[in-house]
């Protein structure tokens, strides 16, 4: 008792102490940085990793329980990856993450039409394995801007989701790349506008990027917890950033090891391949034309399967329809031949769900571009 009542203390004097240094810096308004402190494996409960943060000099902004770690802001300068108590184990910053989308302009589509399917939909053979598998019941994640929770085209596939960037608060998006990506996974088979590749999943919204379509890797580590928590079997993270960083490695492998199948996007910017998207445990997916070639902007290096990924023609916010390209339009068109083969195949591991994709998937370039080929659903999902 007198051993922890010591301890107790001897982090309260050090806080004082440590604010108290830091007041000078805090009144000039010196710029914060957010950083990523994750903890040795010992060292899990929430309090003593708060306590340890603001030893540091700062207060924790929220918890990362899949990679124990909490997200902090410190004073510029005062937290290097080299200086940091026992108890840390590594120090990273808490880097930017952009969507991975393209809006074509004049895209939207503002009058309510007939349900047509969407050129890479239909390209993919999505069809051919609506009689027996519309992936239903399986539940697909977008890491994303949210889902316009009110579209009539998706209304009736949202189960759910979470906002990691204000928890508590909504998780509708208001972007517009969040929409677009869920309709090409699993917009409605209905009346009206189009329809996804696997139109009878479960769709959960993610809320991990603002209205800019930009977030923070700490948002996305987050994310993946939220989906692993609530047992998501399909996470598609329309995504990236070009840093490899070691908290966002190991989030993604935890999810992994959980059993969830995680597509990303490889990027849009002709060069190698982005992460999340180019860790191992994900599946990249890179863009290709009506054509069946690699489009040029289409990222390349380790990549697994391609998709179509240009003038793709999906939901988007207020009810409407529009067009966009990118990895971020080829990685949902993949997450969704993924619910039909879990629809097929419910115990399949990740790594089956895979396989099954790329060997029969249609080969159309060489793998650094378009790895195994274009995803076939119809053949995936036999």
Same mark, same amino acid.
């Given at each position: ?52 943060v ?8 929220k ?15 005062t ?22 989308g ?9 009058v ?16 051919r ?26 209304? *009736? #596939?949202? %189960? ?7 928890? /508590?608060?909504? &998780?509708?998006? =208001?972007?517009?790349? +969040? ?21 009878? *999943? #479960?769709? %959960? ?7 800019? /379509?930009?977030? &923070?890797?700490? =948002?996305?580590?987050? +994310? ?11 996470v ?28 990303a996007?490889a ?25 069946g ?45 993924a ?7 419910p115990g ?8 099954d ?5 249609t080969?159309?370039?060489?793998a ?15």
């Amino acid at each position: 008792m007198q051993r922890m009542w010591w301890s107790s203390s001897f982090y309260r004097v050090a806080i004082v102490l440590v604010l108290v240094a830091l007041l000078p810096a805090l009144a000039l308004g010196q710029p914060m940085q957010r950083k990523i402190v994750v903890f040795r494996s010992e060292i899990n409960d929430a309090g003593q990793q708060e306590a340890v943060v603001h030893g540091m000099g700062c207060g924790g902004l929220k918890h990362l329980p899949l990679i124990n770690a909490v997200v902090a802001e410190f004073p510029a300068g005062t937290v290097s990856a080299q200086a940091r108590p026992f108890q840390v184990a590594y120090v990273e910053d808490d880097l930017p993450v952009q969507a991975l989308g393209l809006v074509s302009p004049q895209a939207v589509q503002q009058v309510q039409p007939a349900q047509a399917i969407p050129w890479g939909v239909k390209y993919i053979l999505s069809r051919r394995a609506w009689p027996t598998d519309t992936g239903a019941g399986v539940r697909v994640c977008t890491l994303d801007t949210g889902i316009d929770l009110t579209h009539p085209d998706l209304q *009736a #596939n949202i %189960y759910g989701g979470y906002n990691t960037i204000t928890p /508590g608060a909504s &998780y509708a998006d =208001d972007n517009g790349h +969040g929409t677009h990506v869920a309709g090409i996974i699993a917009a409605c088979d209905n009346s009206i506008g189009v329809i996804g590749v696997a139109p009878g *999943a #479960n769709l %959960y919204a993610v809320k991990v990027l603002d209205s800019s /379509g930009s977030g &923070y890797t700490s =948002d996305i580590i987050e +994310g993946l917890n939220w989906a692993v928590a609530n047992n998501m079997q399909i996470v598609n993270m329309s995504l990236g950033l070009s840093a490899d960083l070691q908290s966002f490695h190991d989030a993604v492998t935890a999810a992994y090891q959980a059993g969830v199948v995680l597509i990303a996007a490889a990027g849009n910017n002709d060069g190698p391949t982005l992460y999340p998207a180019a860790y191992p445990e994900v599946v990249s997916v890179a863009a290709t034309d009506m054509y069946g070639n690699r489009v040029s902007f289409s990222n390349f290096g380790k990549v697994e399967l391609s998709a179509p990924g240009v003038a793709i023609r999906s939901t988007i916010l207020t009810g409407y329809y529009g067009r966009m390209s990118g990895t971020s339009m080829a990685s949902p068109h993949v997450a969704g031949v993924a619910a039909l083969v879990l629809a097929r195949h419910p115990g399949y591991t990740p790594d089956q769900v895979v396989a099954d994709m790329q060997s029969t998937a249609t080969h159309i370039d060489v793998a650094t571009y378009t790895g195994a080929g274009e995803v076939n659903a119809f053949l995936a999902s036999r």
